[in-house]
Antibody, heavy 121, light 107 residues
Framework: QVQLLESGPGLVKSSETLSLTCTVS??????????WTWIRQTPGKGLEWIGY???????KYNPSLESRVSISVDTSKNQFSLKLSSMTAADTAVYYC?????????????WGQGSLVTVSS | DIQMTQSPSSLSASIGDRVTITCRAS??????LAWYQQKPGKAPKSLIS???RLRSGVPSRFSGSGSGTDFTLTISNLQPEDFATYYC?????????FGQGTKLEIK
């Protein structure tokens, strides 16, 4: 059973860069079967797909955030990470890491528990 | 981006009722549509993928239908644990997008 756990600061100052890490257990970030994904949820905009990284290092980002976002993977720690620069109050959200899967049972997203990030001025 | 529009935004129902939530995509997405249930303070839980394929462990009172641009989630014989917020999501093309949610409340 693959499990995901987000970690990082709960409070970030305006204009600074958010760094979040997702630790994967029960599976490997080096697997070629998954896309390692970040999604956020805000009261205003709801659920927003941020982007993913594949084991090869290939990334795909939401164009609305592409100029500020970076997703990377650390195979030695079995983790993948999100960086979001120039944070503003609009970036206050619960950030989820997730695993996008297509297997014999079909397509699905498997989510971490989420990490609340508040941007302060 | 593909816009996903859910209706209604909120819904009141009683235990044992049958309810239907609608999701419309701004362009054709075939059957690349997923449904999630979310309870307060928790991550979304996957219910259905491919518009109508129930995920493992999801009760059979949940069902999904549709293809193209119009989709429905139906919950039959509502149980107390079903009162939550429901979201649709398209995975036809990136960026994946979600509906705004439907809050199902007890009448």
């Amino acid at each position: 059973q693959v499990q995901l756990l987000e970690s990082g600061p709960g409070l970030v100052k305006s204009s600074e860069t958010l760094s979040l890490t997702c630790t994967v257990s029960g599976g490997s970030v080096s697997s070629n079967s998954y896309y390692w994904t970040w999604i956020r949820q805000t009261p205003g905009k709801g659920l927003e797909w941020i982007g993913y990284i594949y084991f090869s290092g290939y990334t795909k980002y939401n164009p609305s955030l592409e100029s500020r976002v970076s997703i990377s993977v650390d195979t030695s720690k079995n983790q993948f990470s999100l960086k979001l620069s120039s944070m503003t109050a609009a970036d206050t959200a619960v950030y989820y890491c997730a695993r996008e899967v297509m297997d014999s049972s079909g397509w699905y997203l498997s989510w971490g528990q989420g990490s609340l990030v508040t941007v302060s001025s | 981006d593909i816009q996903m529009t859910q209706s209604p935004s909120s819904l009141s129902a009683s235990i044992g009722d049958r309810v239907t939530i609608t999701c419309r995509a701004s362009q054709v997405i075939s059957n690349y549509l997923a449904w999630y249930q979310q309870k307060p303070g928790k991550a979304p839980k996957s219910l259905i993928s491919a518009a109508s394929r129930l995920r493992s462990g999801v009760p059979s009172r949940f069902s999904g239908s549709g293809s193209g641009t119009d989709f429905t989630l139906t919950i039959s014989n509502l149980q107390p644990e079903d009162f939550a917020t429901y979201y649709c999501q398209q995975y036809n093309s990136y960026p994946y997008t979600f509906g705004q949610g439907t809050k199902l409340e007890i009448k």
